[in-house]
Nanobody
Framework: QVHLVESGGGLVQTGGSLRLACAAS????????MGWFRQPPGKEREFVAA????????YYSDSVKGRFTISRDRAKTTLFLQMNNLEPEDTAVYYC???????????????????WGQGTQVTVSS
């Protein structure tokens, strides 16, 4: 069973930065995709960024492109999300995800991911 644990959330002012981390452990196979989603208060979970199963290709939502950067360590078991120039609209619970078989065209769909972390709160004050 795959286990994901997020860390790094907190309270930051508009224009500030935060770096989220997600440690993956358990039954991880040789190839897998990892991603970040967020759920703002009263809204549905939405795609933020992902790294595809192969090739290391990265994908971003339009709302964070140019401000957020997704990456992972050399062992590929820790996922990061560097968030710069944060805005109040970025306030949400941020979730890490992992899936062994997800295809690129499904990366943005929460229902297609098998494993999720417990989430970490990010609050951006104006």
């Amino acid at each position: 069973q795959v286990h994901l644990v997020e860390s790094g959330g907190g309270l930051v002012q508009t224009g500030g930065s935060l770096r989220l981390a997600c440690a993956a452990s358990g039954g991880i196979r040789s190839t897998y995709a990892m991603g970040w989603f967020r759920q703002p208060p009263g809204k549905e979970r939405e795609f933020v960024a992902a790294i595809a199963r192969t090739g290391g290709y990265t994908y971003y939502s339009d709302s964070v492109k140019g401000r957020f950067t997704i990456s992972r360590d050399r062992a590929k078991t820790t996922l990061f999300l560097q968030m710069n120039n944060l805005e109040p609209e970025d306030t949400a619970v941020y979730y890490c995800s992992l899936d062994h078989g997800i295809i690129t065209s499904s990366l943005r769909l929460p229902a297609q991911w098998d494993y999720w972390g417990q989430g970490t709160q990010v609050t951006v004050s104006s």
